[in-house]
């Protein structure tokens, strides 16, 4: 069982930047998909940007260019770097992970991930 811990979270003003840590505890293996969502008042979670075992990345459009995500596996940490911040991109934003492989490792199969942390809000103004 995987636990993540994410941190990192603030407030912003717009064209700033932050970013976020999800620390990995449990039996996580190297190999595994990780990715970050983020969900809006009153809006659908929403795919960020996901990592595979192989250190290939996905990216949702909306953030493509400004984000960058990446992990350390010695540390069993992934990041999220958040440059150019925009007012819509505030949310609480979650970490996931799961044993996914192929296009199972994306933002847009939220679903298929087994392991959520309990997320970290961001306010950008």
């Known amino acids: 069982h995987v636990q993540l811990v994410e941190s990192g979270g603030g407030s912003v003003q717009a064209g700033g930047s932050l970013r976020l840590s999800c620390a990995a505890s449990?039996?996580?293996?190297?190999?595994?998909?990780m990715g970050w969502f983020r969900q809006a008042a009153g809006k659908e979670r929403e795919g960020i940007a996901t990592i595979d075992g192989d250190g290939s990345v996905i990216y949702a459009d909306s953030v493509k260019g400004r984000f960058t995500i990446s992990k350390d596996n010695n540390k069993n940490t992934l990041y999220l770097q958040m440059d150019n911040l925009k007012p819509e991109d505030s949310a609480m934003y979650y970490c996931a992970a799961g044993p996914l492989i192929g296009d199972d490792c994306s933002p847009r199969r939220p679903t298929k991930f087994s392991s959520w942390g309990q997320g970290t809000q961001v306010t950008v103004s």
């Open positions: 449990g039996y996580l293996y190297s190999s595994y998909c």
